[in-house]
């Protein structure tokens, strides 16, 4: 059975850290692309971060700099490194995995066609 699951999520004062995790079961992520999410309440879902099969990733403005999408596939693990976290940071974060190979990066969520069921992330002092 195909599955996501997310964590590290939770509540952080501005500027800190976290590390959010995504493994996968029942498929590997070797050639996958994958991708990072999240909603924030009221608002729509935005891309925060993405990376090819190949390894290119691409970043969200608002994060560029500080956060960092990786992946283990040792550990069949995606990863999204969260450094000087702000306030508008906060949302619930996904995780999504395209299987198909790509060698180009593209973080439109419609292309993923699994997801996890989410980690919440809350910046406040």
């Known amino acids: 059975q195909l599955q996501l699951v997310e964590s590290g999520g939770g509540l952080v004062q501005p500027g800190g850290s976290l590390r959010l995790s995504c493994a996968a079961s029942?498929?590997?992520?070797?050639?996958?692309?994958i991708g990072w999410f999240r909603q924030a309440p009221g608002k729509e879902r935005e891309g925060v971060s993405c990376?090819?099969?190949?390894?290119?990733?691409n970043y969200a403005d608002s994060v560029k700099g500080r956060f960092t999408i990786s992946r283990d596939n040792a550990k069949n693990t995606v990863y999204l490194q969260m450094n000087s976290l702000k306030p508008e940071d906060t949302a619930i974060y996904y995780c999504?995995?395209?299987?198909?190979?790509?060698?180009?990066?593209?973080?439109?969520?419609?292309?993923?066609?699994?997801w996890g069921q989410g980690t919440q992330v809350t910046v406040s002092s």
């Open positions: 999504a995995v395209d299987r198909r190979f790509s060698f180009s990066v593209d973080c439109r969520d419609s292309r993923f066609g699994s």
């Open positions: 029942g498929f590997t992520l070797d050639y996958s692309a």
């Open positions: 990376m090819s099969s190949s390894g290119s990733t």
